[in-house]
């Protein structure tokens, strides 16, 4: 119970999301284009944090390695900034991820 009271406090005075799922951040950085897209990739085991096969549920931080491993090449992308909103315009995706390769 302190501990959920402490994450309250936390997010009054600390404004910025900490973490986010990895389906959520997949399409509000424009990664994907929607929320289903990033889940079935998920489910089919082709997207990866720092180099482990993730769940849906698995949460994003700050300087984390995404890798997607689509059928004809590989992308990977560093997480910069967690976004605050649902989805935020392609041309502010520099602002949150880095693309590697």
Do not use: H, W
């Amino acid at each position: 119970m302190k501990f959920i009271a402490f994450l309250t406090l936390l997010s009054v005075y600390f404004p910025y999301n900490i973490a986010m799922r990895i389906d959520k951040f997949l399409n509000a950085v424009n990664i994907t284009k929607r929320r289903s897209i990033a889940q079935d990739m998920l489910a089919n085991r082709v997207v990866c944090i720092n180099d482990v096969v993730v769940k849906p549920s698995k949460k994003v931080a700050l300087g984390d390695t995404i890798t997607i491993n689509y059928l004809e090449s590989v992308k990977k992308y560093k997480v910069v900034q967690i976004p605050t909103t649902k989805s935020t315009p392609k041309s502010l995706q520099a602002e949150y991820v880095k693309e590697l390769s």
